[in-house]
């Protein structure tokens, strides 16, 4: 299956902007549909964003819809997730996951290792 690997997470302040990025390996990731997840200790993990193999379809959490966009470079077998107004609700670890469909990201995927992002208030 394909290897990802996040990267970019770091500490920064309320209102800043950061981007993520998932490195892929192993398959190309032309392949597949795309996406990204966060969870923060003691809770819930919480679908992010995510984009069709085509680049056709992007799907957001509400809580993230207007701030956050996701985007893709197959060529360089990445995609990114940029995040813009962050808020310190949006602390967390986040995961890039590669699956055949959008809704087959959740369950059926493959995850990479997570990025810790910290917003300070």
């Known amino acids: 299956q394909v290897q990802l690997v996040e990267s970019g997470g770091r500490l920064v302040q309320a209102g800043d902007s950061l981007m993520l990025t998932c490195s892929a390996s192993?398959?190309?990731?032309?392949?597949?549909?795309v996406g990204w997840f966060r969870q923060d200790p003691g809770k819930e993990r919480e679908f992010v964003a995510a984009v069709s193999r085509s680049g056709g379809s992007n799907v957001f959490s509400p809580s993230v819809k207007g701030r956050f966009t996701i985007s893709r470079d197959d060529p360089k077998n990445t995609f990114y997730l940029h995040m813009n107004r962050l808020e310190p609700e949006d602390t967390a670890v986040y995961y890039c996951v590669a699956a055949g469909v959008i809704p087959d990201l959740a369950t059926g995927g493959s995850w990479g290792q997570g990025t810790q992002v910290i917003v300070s208030s």
């Open positions: 192993g398959r190309s990731l032309s392949n597949y549909a």
